[in-house]
């Protein structure tokens, strides 16, 4: 079964305030993937991280690898209402399957 | 990014009929395919891979003679719910990816509705 564990599952924040998802697997991951869902559409790839230890930046969103590829994190400073919305963590188990995480669903109070 | 298309958008069908939803990658070859599911506020779940060319993989607890995956081409899969029942009703949901350990790009979805 999908292996790939999401926290938290909702998160409310104000304007401003920052937010964090947490993603954690099982086994070891040779890389893991960051998603975005708006309400009502479809997932749109924000990030890969491949090497143990790796941190990423795009503009207000840092993301984290864990060192020993079992974990990561995705962080958003400063929040604003365009953030709202699922973001889910994906990972590579198997020969080229992506299993996700159950989401964090965001919600931004302006 | 690649562009992934998926066809119906929405279908409403009776109990016992059979519905085709489509998935293509319109500007680029994709090695896999992989078939989602997603029910209201949850997850996405993979219910099968599928490879050009050969037989799709199903997920643990996916009937394959419920879910018919047909992958004709380097840019199109299509799934087939047979005999649709209303607890079939959900939001089916495509993605392609170019190579291993690739990004996937996903379709538009299909709101399944069973009546």
């Known amino acids: 079964g999908q292996q790939v564990m999401q926290i938290p599952q909702y998160q409310h924040v104000q304007e401003g305030e920052d937010f964090t998802t947490y993603c954690n697997s099982s086994?070891?991951?040779?890389?893991i993937q960051w998603y975005k869902q708006r309400p009502g559409g479809h997932p749109v790839f924000l990030i890969q991280?491949?090497?143990?230890?790796e941190v990423k930046k795009q503009k207000r969103l840092t993301f984290q690898f864990g060192e020993a590829k079992k974990n990561s994190s995705l962080h958003i400073t400063a929040t604003q209402t365009t953030d709202v919305g699922t973001y889910f963590c994906?990972?590579?188990?198997?020969?080229?399957?992506?299993?996700f995480g159950s989401g964090t669903k965001l919600n931004v109070k302006p | 990014g690649a562009v992934v298309s998926q066809h119906p958008s929405r279908v409403i069908c009776k109990s016992g009929t059979s519905v085709k939803i489509e998935c293509r990658s319109l500007?680029?070859?994709?090695?896999?395919m992989f078939w989602y599911r997603q029910f209201p506020k949850q997850s996405l779940m993979l219910m099968a891979t599928?490879?050009?060319?050969?037989?799709?993989?199903?997920e643990q607890g996916v009937e394959k003679d419920k879910f018919l995956i047909n992958h004709a081409s380097l840019t199109l899969s299509t799934l087939t719910v047979t005999s649709a029942h209303p607890e079939d009703s959900s939001f089916y949901i495509c993605?392609?990816?170019?190579?291993?350990?690739?990004?996937?790009?996903f379709g538009q979805g299909t709101r399944l509705t069973v009546v």
């Open positions: 994906a990972g590579p188990l198997g020969f080229n399957k992506f299993y």
């Open positions: 500007d680029f070859q994709a090695t896999t």
């Open positions: 599928s490879n050009e060319g050969s037989k799709a993989t199903y």
């Open positions: 086994t070891t991951l040779s890389n």
């Open positions: 993605s392609a990816v170019r190579g291993l350990g690739t990004e996937a790009f």
């Open positions: 991280l491949v090497k143990s230890g």
